[in-house]
């Protein structure tokens, strides 16, 4: 064999290793999205369930706001309907954050805060089934280099393992969560006092597909994609159990080296906003008329002069017979979607196109995902809070 040939060998070895590695990585994003969808369907029935309370709450109290012939009185029901309706929108972003796909980006996170937004999501439900829940965090923990996504996934994945081992074995289950420091390291440990896990199974729960549930109520995954996420944080993860007694779950991530956080209060910092912009002129697209008579109320008491349109083409009409200093535009409408009106904007108003602001509550879909990455339009979500709204309005029409 020449040497010419050999070089040819090792180029299509290194080739189709190549291949095989990119095979193997979407293979396991697609099971990490598999499983948490999985996950996700497990926190649909309870978060179904909180969400319906405050809904009730505010479906009440708006009628009987209707009925009212007393103005003082209308005040107390608008307070109980702004301050439910804010928990709500609390239990929806905080599943739309776990459940949305994102590019995994590390950043430094407080594990406290990741526990806390856990507990938010599933602290009804553990009520309702009578779990007893105890935080003992270390309030001066200090931050690590991580995926918050990832790891809040990897600490729901254990924390509804935990859930269901306490289904029907006790009658006062206990859910212990501590956060701890040891040297260089960050402890997080997750104790239940449910049936425990024999020692024989305390190396291969954290196998993929290996699981002690009925054929269709597990995948298996769970305990292995923990792994992979913590080991992925250059992390370690054990158990700790004696069967009757419960059982520990240890993780263990390294803290995040000393940073200049005068740094990181600059890049936070918000840029001061020139509230001068009264009488500058905005177009509000929104098929949602509610949502678009909002808007219209909120940036009319800055002296904002608010245009609305209902649907993309009556948009667009208008768009091409008037001058705007600002488009606010709804992207998920039908018949012309804020996409295609985005689309056809570019070719007459190249520099507006760029500027428009896209209103969405829709993250999972495929089309809209490619369509904010591929852009790089400037994006809120719905339901969005008033003030945040307004200042991101205010701050661009004092800049343009």
């Known amino acids: 064999i020449t040497e010419k040939e050999i070089l040819t060998i090792q180029q299509e070895a290194t080739e189709k290793t190549k291949q095989l590695t990119e095979q193997i990585q979407l293979a396991q994003k697609q099971l990490i999205q598999s499983e948490k969808l999985s996950i996700i369907g497990q926190l649909i029935a309870g978060i179904a369930h909180e969400l319906n309370n405050p809904l009730t ?24 309907i702004h301050t439910e309706s804010m928990r709500c929108e609390r239990i929806v972003k ?34 309702v089934n009578k779990i007893e829940v105890t935080l003992n965090l270390d309030k001066k923990l200090h931050p690590t280099m991580a995926d918050e996504f990832q790891l809040q996934q990897a600490l729901l994945n254990i924390v509804l393992n935990a859930e269901q081992a306490l289904s029907g074995f006790s009658q006062s289950g206990k859910l212990l969560i501590e956060t701890s ?16 896990i024999p020692p024989e199974m305390h190396k291969t729960i954290f196998e993929p597909f290996f699981t002690t549930k009925p054929i269709g109520e597990g995948t298996g995954l769970g305990l292995s994609l923990c792994t992979n996420i913590v080991k992925d944080h250059n992390g370690e993860i054990s158990v700790k159990s004696t069967p009757g007694k ?5 993780i263990k991530l390294p803290i995040a080296p000393k940073t200049d956080t005068s740094e990181i209060r600059k890049k936070r910092k918000s840029e001061h906003i020139n509230r001068n912009v009264k009488g500058k002129k905005v177009i509000v697209i929104d098929d949602e008329m509610h949502i ?38 709804d992207i998920k409408m039908p ?17 507006l196109a760029r500027e428009v602001l896209y209103l969405t509550g829709d993250i999972f879909s495929k089309e809209t995902q490619e ?21 991101i309005v205010l701050s661009h029409l004092s800049t343009h």
């Open 94 to 127: 905080q599943l739309l954050i776990f459940a949305r796909k994102h590019i995994s980006e590390k950043s430094y996170v407080n594990i406290n805060d990741i526990i806390q937004s856990i507990v938010n999501l599933k602290n009804y439900e553990w009520t």
């Open 181 to 196: 420091q040891e040297g260089t390291d960050i402890l997080i440990k997750i104790t239940d006092n449910g049936p425990g």
């Open 371 to 391: 369509f904010i990455n591929k852009t790089g339009v400037q994006t809120l979500q719905k339901p969005f809070n008033i003030t945040e709204f307004k200042n």
């Open 57 to 80: 709450t505010i479906s009440g109290f708006s009628q009987l706001a209707l009925e009212q012939k007393k103005p003082e009185k209308n005040m107390s029901y608008l307070e109980k």
């Open 292 to 329: 678009t008579e909002l808007m219209r109320e909120i940036l009319s008491q800055s002296g904002i002069v608010v245009c609305t349109a209902y649907d993309g083409n009556s948009g667009l009409e208008k768009l091409k017979k008037e001058k705007y200093d600002m488009v606010i535009c």
């Open 246 to 250: 419960g059982a520990t779950f240890i």
């Open 335 to 351: 018949a012309f979607s804020g996409i295609e009106l985005h689309h056809e904007l570019t070719k007459i108003n190249p520099k």
